[in-house]
């Protein structure tokens, strides 16, 4: 510290101590006022790419054909069967009471969908009010059949079983929300590429706190909505096992989790602070000042965000977590310093002691504070939102940390007085003087550990991946989990993937699409479940039929007539080509182990032929569309068929199963069979849905890792070399801290724990507050060594001070993370035992490994190796 600072702080802190107390609080007051507007965030827009060009394209294609949000309710019967009287009075009831709630604007279910098939059901008949399970009279067993193997029903309503059934709640569109985040995103984008004008910048911020406001609203209703219906379901739980899914319903819950859990961590780590306080320092004045500092930290900067209205998201949760460990780490190496002085010379006067204290730790514990916060920025780089936002809130709170842990320890101590003394009978530092010796007298034994552990993080990093089931970020016991497990394991998958494909120009459609109506092999045809004559197969549609007889319903056209263009616009992809080619894509997907339900323009193909007796040629599709309800049409056709874009889509949705679902294999297998064997230009079809952002988010956590670590080490040595003045004690500073990283990151690879949003910050974090034991001391063995220029007695002087510092902080550090093992959220699980264990890591390597490594190299300068010393 500079005698110019340090004189301003000699006349504030330690001259006016009560002043500086005083202007700390009205700071904290002030910024608490905004605490009611605090906010959490569990949105899918908190957990995407940044600029993610497929964002943006989902939520198109989401406008554009429908897609939104829903609630779906899974209902097994307890002790009778699914389709006995009552239970399906019980499922009347219950689709009854979730169509009244607030926003649900229709429902799906096996006793609402029409049946075609029980018994089958003609054309003509398709515009008629069609039977229901509910229909008097219906065939009970032929329902059953028909929601199990029928192409419209299968792998969707009903399990393989029979005995669970899924009750789908459509919640109304919200065409404002994605207007809203559409323009916001089309206005970032511009700014962090070309740039915006004044004006631009001005609606860019008025439309991103309208996006925020709206946001808050529509969470809030769709929380209520999700309540309500769990109190409906209430009714129903004595007759069945029930559980609730949908995006909304996991929206609420995972914003339950964080808020629990800032609940658990709050008051379970704030528990931890004191004991670890009172069991280190055993005096109440070193009990209060650090818990004051960690408590004003935190309020002032939960405060702040609350005034800005910057949200906590599930991966930034933790940010109240890691700030209180970080800045009790902080204050426990004050205090220490304190009473190592206090000790030395107990006559010395108290402001002089205060001011010695912050004059021998302002360079050390601001250093470290720089080194974590480049930790913390290089999580920028990332490009996913809610590691971006973590980054930039610890950096932010680290910084508040050492500026007040400077004022209200300083002050504090000033006010209370000098009090009890230090017991010279403290031995205490016996504890890091084990550690000292060991590395005395066993330095080879611990360079060979130390290469024994880089080789197998070497290969433990090397099986390092990214794909990991969605289900698995929450523990069993939770509904989301329960609710995830039903619908992946017997109704058709969860995670949804669509296919949208452009119309190729008709120059191209014979040598691309196929050839217009010629007949083709139907790949469905072994799976028909209905006996009799196969409506699939390869036949002259007209060999045995006469399309004119009476009663035919296309009689009144002549099929081999070519439409008029003039008359009607057709969609290629419901003319017979575009759907003999959908069907083959269908049929591919169908067979994927990967891939549960499929849903296309095909199973409206396959209906009509099968109700018609045969495969319909481009005049008998137009006829038979015309001849839907619109019940049937917005069931059968609406969500998979665009007619202004000239657009089919593709629906399905992947099976998870056991975990071995590689995402990235899956999506480059199925564009390479559309290019490859469908003939298909890249530019004629795209994928999307929430599979192929979870997929981009993932693929890109390898790329985050390598440039946040990189970034990391880059900016620590720079650091490093500012500090000491020396390329080779930067180095050797920096080698503990890398292998407690490669620790991390292979231990992660040998037990098979994925990289996901959470996971990819723990190695940058480990090595951000790993160096801090490096530079603390680093800095006190220079001081040492200057005594006496011997680096064995250096050693163990250092151990004895600024070694014990470390023990108390690592401690403190390794047993507040793991309170994150009782989180319902299992990267927050994670999150908490990985840094634990890199914080061990760095420990053991700060107080082994580093002062071997000093011992060895020398980087001091030429001094004396004898252990003569007194500890």
Request: hydrophobic residues 50%; contains cysteine; glycine residues 6%.
């Amino acid at each position: 510290m500079t005698d110019y600072l340090l004189g301003i702080f000699d006349r504030t802190v330690l001259g006016r101590p009560w002043l500086v107390i005083c202007l700390v609080l009205l700071a904290t007051v002030l910024l608490a006022l905004g605490l009611p507007n605090f906010k959490l965030d569990a949105s899918a827009d908190s957990l995407t790419l940044e600029h993610d060009s497929d964002l943006d394209y989902f939520r198109e294609i989401n406008q554009r054909y429908g897609g939104g949000d829903f609630l779906v309710v899974m209902y097994t019967p307890k002790d009778i069967d699914l389709f006995s009287d009552e239970a399906i009075a019980a499922l009347d009831a219950l689709q009854k009471d979730l169509a009244s709630v607030e926003g649900v604007v229709s429902i799906n279910s096996m006793v609402t969908v029409p049946l075609l098939y029980s018994p089958k059901v003609s054309v003509e008949e398709l515009q008629a009010e069609q039977r229901t399970l509910l229909t008097p009279g219906v065939d009970r067993a032929a329902a059953k059949q028909e929601f199990l193997n029928s192409p419209v029903y299968r792998k969707l309503i009903l399990s393989p079983d029979g005995q669970t059934t899924a009750v789908l709640a459509s919640i109304v569109p919200d065409t404002r929300y994605t207007e809203l985040v559409r323009h916001r995103d089309e206005l970032r984008l511009k700014r962090d590429t070309d740039g915006i004008s004044l004006e631009e910048e001005a609606e860019l911020e008025r439309v991103s706190k309208e996006f925020l406001d709206y946001r808050t609203e529509r969470a809030a209703a769709g929380k209520a909505r999700v309540v309500k219906v769990r109190q409906l379901m209430d009714k129903y739980r004595d007759k069945a096992e029930v559980f609730l899914g949908g995006p909304s319903m996991i929206t609420a819950d995972m914003i339950d989790f964080i808020r629990s859990d800032l609940q658990l961590f709050g008051v379970g780590i704030a528990l931890f602070i004191i004991a670890t306080l009172v069991i280190i320092f055993r005096q109440l004045r070193w009990v209060v000042l650090p818990l004051t500092v960690c408590a004003l930290t935190l309020v002032m900067m939960l405060g702040w965000l609350s005034w800005i209205d910057w949200r906590l998201t599930v991966i930034s949760s933790n940010f109240v977590a890691l700030l209180l460990i970080t800045t009790l780490a902080l204050t426990i190496h004050l205090v220490v310093r304190y009473r190592e002085l206090l000790r030395a010379d107990n006559s010395v006067d108290q402001r002089e002691l205060v001011r010695n204290t912050v004059v021998s730790m302002a360079r050390p514990c601001l250093y470290t504070v720089l080194t974590t916060a480049v930790a913390f920025v290089s999580l920028v780089v990332s490009n996913i939102r809610p590691v971006i936002d973590f980054g930039w809130m610890m950096t932010m709170g680290l910084s508040l940390a050492l500026v007040l842990a400077f004022m209200v320890i300083p002050a504090g101590m000033m006010l209370w007085g000098k009090g009890e003394s230090a017991s010279k009978a403290d031995n205490s530092a016996r504890l890091t003087a084990i550690f000292s010796r060991f590395t005395e007298r066993h330095g080879n034994l611990i360079l060979l550990f130390a290469l024994v552990l880089a080789c197998v993080a070497s290969y433990g990093i090397s099986q390092l991946k990214v794909e990991n089931r969605f289900i698995d970020y929450f523990k069993p016991h939770t509904e989301i989990y329960q609710g995830l497990s039903v619908i992946d394991a017997k109704l058709g998958g969860t995670t949804p993937l669509d296919i949208i494909l452009e119309a190729p120009s008709y120059a191209d459609i014979p040598m691309v699409l196929g050839q217009g109506n010629e007949q083709s092999e139907d790949p469905f045809a072994e799976d028909d479940s209905y006996g009799g004559d196969d409506p699939f197969v390869e036949e002259d549609p007209f060999g045995e039929a006469d399309p004119f007889a009476e009663g035919d319903p296309f009689a009144a056209d002549d099929p081999f007539a070519e439409p008029d263009p003039n008359e009607e616009e057709i969609n290629y992809w419901f003319t017979r080509a575009g759907l003999e080619d959908l069907e083959k894509i269908h049929a591919y997907l169908d067979e994927l182990p990967e891939i549960g339900r499929v849903d296309s323009l095909v199973t409206a193909f396959h209906v009509a032929n099968d109700l018609s007796g045969r495969r319909l040629n481009d005049l008998e599709l137009t006829v038979m569309r015309r001849s839907l309800s619109p019940e049937l049409e917005s069931f059968l056709l609406s969500p998979y068929l665009d007619d202004g874009a000239n657009q089919a889509r593709i629906t399905m949705r992947t099976v998870e199963g056991d975990g071995s679902l590689n995402r990235n294999e899956l999506l480059a297998e199925i564009r390479g069979y559309l290019i490859d064997e469908m003939g298909l230009q890249p530019e004629q079809f795209r994928l999307s849905g929430l599979q192929v952002l979870y997929n981009n988010m993932l693929q890109s956590l390898f790329r985050s890792q390598i440039v946040t670590l990189g970034a990391v080490f880059l900016g620590i040595m720079i650091m490093f070399i500012v500090l000491f003045r020396s390329f080779s004690i930067s180095l050797i500073a920096i080698l503990p801290n890398m292998l407690a990283a490669g620790i991390v990151l292979g231990s992660m690879g040998l037990v098979g724990i994925p990289l996901d949003m959470m996971t990819i910050t723990i190695a940058a974090i480990t090595v951000g507050i790993g160096v801090d034991h490096a530079i603390h001391y680093l800095t006190r063995f220079k001081r040492e060594f200057a005594v006496d220029q011997n680096y064995i007695a250096a050693m163990h002087r250092a151990h004895a001070s600024i070694g014990l510092a470390l023990f108390y902080t690592a401690i403190t550090i390794i047993v507040g993370f793991s309170i994150l093992a009782f989180s319902n959220f299992m990267p927050s699980v994670y999150f908490g035992l990985l840094t634990a264990l890199a914080m061990f890591a760095a420990l053991l390597g700060s107080l082994t490994l580093l002062p071997k490594l000093i011992l060895i190299f020398k980087p001091l300068g030429a001094g004396s190796e004898s252990s003569t010393v007194q500890v």
